[in-house]
């Protein structure tokens, strides 16, 4: 989708490298942007560093306000953003309008909780340091790298760059190659209501550039990407021991049970394996389901997988694979589960026709196949049938994976829930607590660490700091060579009538 090409400079300037970013559906060109060298991203974030210290400065108050002035800018451009949104991704439009409901309604929620969740507050102090205050407040890192991906490229990096901002961090983001564009109209519209700093800057380019923002210094990286990527980004920002962020992808699991709502499962099942082409970290790709309902459910499944259709139009339920290598990793996948017995039950290898994917239901797919084991990013759903929910439950959680799940039980939900490994979860519904900007987001294993959203993703851009001051002398002082032979057996008594009962 991308090329790298060289752009003469004139006189002395020197020529600067540059690349392209292309509509997948028809190949046409969107836009062509800088590759950023290292030089550029340090003089970058050596900007953001002072701006950072200026936004700081202004307050929650002053930020909310700031921040408040960018929301409604972003909703008087929804349809700007969604149309170039889906000329970089392929997207359907109302899918891109969609993502950036969810990202205004995140920012909105990030501005108003961040004094709430990080401003100084007092804590006990204690019975041994009973003569102490103690409060607890949460300043900002000073700058927040962003490496956001290209499947959801406002809503996913707008996790972290609007908590980051909430926060009072200046934010350096790096947006995917193959959604350049998106990136710098979200700094723009920033740049339109913050004018006096560059409090949220772009760097654009390849894996290089993104190497170069884990080594510039930043006090923090968030990054979301693939398990692969997510390593290398950790071994970069090890050099400097900067603390990253990680959230990679999925292999979520939707479970069944036998007491299920199952038109209700179905749908989400094939909206979940299906929307956005199946590019989703936390889309469905497994589905267990209790053998004495399995009939039924999957009947409604093939009904309404088989009646989707990819396309490039505005109407289309959903579009091309964003990044064309992903079609030999959704056919490699589709054959292999094939080869090991797997069974069709909807499309199959033809319905691979680069960009397009068209949806592939399989059922009876042997739980070592690449489809089961490995993520997809694809309209791939693999459906097994589980003789019990025990069953289901040891099968969803076998995964090296751990970001999301959805249950669809009409007594035991949250029961099922609370047994699986992963860091959220959706009861009769497919990744709703995506959209709660109150919930955290994140996963655990090959799905990464740390969480964005929430007053947890609030956090995740801040430094817990610790302050106490002595209100008076205290009774046994403890802390001091001049404490005399008595005062630890007094201690030691307080201590025994206080905690020894």
């Given at each position: 989708?991308?090329?790298?090409?060289?752009?003469?400079?004139?006189?002395?300037?020197?020529?600067?490298?540059?690349?392209?970013?292309?509509?997948?559906?028809?190949?046409?060109?969107?836009?062509?942007?800088?590759?950023?060298?290292?030089?550029?991203?340090?003089?970058?974030?050596?900007?953001?560093?002072?701006?950072?210290?200026?936004?700081?400065?202004?307050?929650?108050?002053?930020?909310?306000?700031?921040?408040?002035?960018?929301?409604?800018?972003?909703?008087?451009?929804?349809?700007?953003?969604?149309?170039?949104?889906?000329?970089?991704?392929?997207?359907?439009?109302?899918?891109?309008?969609?993502?950036?409901?969810?990202?205004?309604?995140?920012?909105?929620?990030?501005?108003?909780?961040?004094?709430?969740?990080?401003?100084?507050?007092?804590?006990?102090?204690?019975?041994?340091?009973?003569?102490?205050?103690?409060?607890?407040?949460?300043?900002?890192?000073?700058?927040?790298?962003?490496?956001?991906?290209?499947?959801?490229?406002?809503?996913?990096?707008?996790?972290?760059?609007?908590?980051?901002?909430?926060?009072?961090?200046?934010?350096?983001?790096?947006?995917?190659?193959?959604?350049?564009?998106?990136?710098?109209?979200?700094?723009?519209?920033?740049?339109?209501?913050?004018?006096?700093?560059?409090?949220?800057?772009?760097?654009?380019?390849?894996?290089?550039?993104?190497?170069?923002?884990?080594?510039?210094?930043?006090?923090?990286?968030?990054?979301?990407?693939?398990?692969?990527?997510?390593?290398?980004?950790?071994?970069?920002?090890?050099?400097?021991?900067?603390?990253?962020?990680?959230?990679?992808?999925?292999?979520?699991?939707?479970?069944?049970?036998?007491?299920?709502?199952?038109?209700?499962?179905?749908?989400?099942?094939?909206?979940?394996?299906?929307?956005?082409?199946?590019?989703?970290?936390?889309?469905?790709?497994?589905?267990?389901?209790?053998?004495?309902?399995?009939?039924?459910?999957?009947?409604?499944?093939?009904?309404?997988?088989?009646?989707?259709?990819?396309?490039?139009?505005?109407?289309?339920?959903?579009?091309?694979?964003?990044?064309?290598?992903?079609?030999?990793?959704?056919?490699?996948?589709?054959?292999?589960?094939?080869?090991?017995?797997?069974?069709?039950?909807?499309?199959?290898?033809?319905?691979?026709?680069?960009?397009?994917?068209?949806?592939?239901?399989?059922?009876?797919?042997?739980?070592?196949?690449?489809?089961?084991?490995?993520?997809?990013?694809?309209?791939?759903?693999?459906?097994?049938?589980?003789?019990?929910?025990?069953?289901?439950?040891?099968?969803?959680?076998?995964?090296?994976?751990?970001?999301?799940?959805?249950?669809?039980?009409?007594?035991?939900?949250?029961?099922?829930?609370?047994?699986?490994?992963?860091?959220?979860?959706a009861v009769n519904g497919v990744i709703s607590f995506a959209g709660v900007p109150a919930l955290p987001f994140g996963g655990v294993g090959d799905s990464g660490f740390g969480r964005i959203h929430g007053e947890d993703g609030l956090r995740e851009f801040a430094r817990a700091q610790a302050v106490t001051r002595q209100r008076f002398?205290?009774?046994?002082?403890?802390?001091?060579?001049?404490?005399g032979d008595r005062a630890i057996p007094r201690l030691l008594k307080l201590v025994r009538t206080l905690y020894g009962r």
């Open positions: 989708m991308t090329q790298a090409k060289a752009q003469a400079g004139t006189g002395a300037e020197t020529p600067v490298s540059t690349f392209d970013s292309v509509d997948p559906r028809t190949g046409e060109l969107v836009g062509s942007h800088p590759v950023h060298d290292t030089e550029h991203v340090n003089a970058t974030v050596r900007r953001a560093g002072e701006a950072g210290a200026w936004w700081a400065a202004l307050g929650f108050s002053g930020r909310r306000k700031r921040l408040a002035e960018w929301r409604k800018l972003l909703v008087a451009r929804v349809d700007e953003f969604a149309d170039l949104m889906s000329a970089e991704t392929g997207k359907p439009a109302n899918d891109a309008r969609l993502e950036m409901v969810l990202a205004i309604d995140h920012l909105a929620w990030a501005a108003r909780k961040a004094q709430g969740v990080l401003g100084r507050r007092k804590v006990g102090a204690g019975m041994l340091m009973s003569n102490q205050s103690a409060t607890l407040a949460y300043p900002p890192f000073g700058v927040v790298g962003v490496i956001g991906p290209w499947n959801y490229p406002v809503f996913t990096p707008m996790g972290s760059i609007a908590y980051a901002l909430a926060a009072g961090n200046a934010v350096v983001f790096k947006p995917s190659e193959y959604t350049p564009g998106v990136g710098h109209l979200l700094a723009e519209t920033f740049a339109e209501v913050v004018t006096e700093q560059p409090v949220l800057q772009i760097v654009t380019g390849f894996g290089e550039t993104g190497a170069a923002l884990c080594r510039s210094g930043v006090g923090k990286l968030a990054f979301t990407g693939s398990t692969a990527t997510g390593r290398r980004v950790m071994a970069a920002c090890s050099e400097n021991l900067t603390p990253v962020l990680i959230e990679c992808g999925g292999k979520d699991p939707l479970i069944v049970d036998a007491d299920a709502d199952l038109e209700a499962a179905a749908d989400a099942a094939v909206w979940g394996g299906m929307a956005n082409a199946g590019q989703t970290c936390v889309g469905v790709e497994r589905v267990y389901v209790v053998e004495s309902v399995a009939d039924e459910f999957l009947a409604k499944v093939e009904a309404k997988a088989g009646a989707l259709r990819p396309g490039g139009e505005p109407n289309a339920d959903f579009g091309p694979m964003t990044m064309p290598s992903q079609v030999d990793v959704v056919a490699g996948q589709l054959q292999d589960a094939l080869d090991k017995g797997a069974r069709a039950l909807v499309g199959g290898t033809a319905s691979v026709r680069p960009p397009y994917v068209e949806p592939v239901v399989l059922v009876d797919v042997p739980e070592n196949s690449t489809a089961i084991t490995e993520e997809t990013f694809g309209p791939l759903l693999a459906v097994n049938r589980v003789a019990d929910i025990e069953d289901a439950i040891s099968r969803a959680n076998a995964s090296v994976y751990g970001l999301g799940a959805s249950v669809f039980s009409a007594k035991r939900g949250e029961q099922i829930a609370a047994r699986l490994r992963c860091g959220m979860v002398a205290a009774p046994i002082n403890v802390t001091s060579f001049a404490r």
